[in-house]
């Protein structure tokens, strides 16, 4: 619930931004991330997912100088 939180302290389009421009080791670029959750992270905020165009499972930490 906290993770969620500091998540939604991110602007709506900064967070937009973020969640298409996830790196995917099967694809080989930044893809859109779906279906994922956002957990605590010693760094900030990690989202843990799937990539949208392989399926992929595929995660983003958003630092902790997003929520300053």
Do not use: H
Request: charge should be positive.
């Amino acid at each position: 619930m906290e993770a969620n939180k500091k998540w939604l302290t991110i602007p709506k389009d900064i967070r937009s931004n973020l969640i298409q421009n996830v790196f995917c080791a099967n694809c080989r670029d930044a893809v859109t991330i779906v279906d994922f959750i956002i957990v605590n992270n010693p760094y900030g905020v990690l989202l843990k997912g799937k990539c949208k165009t392989c399926g992929n499972e595929v995660a983003r930490v958003v630092e902790n100088e997003w929520f300053i």
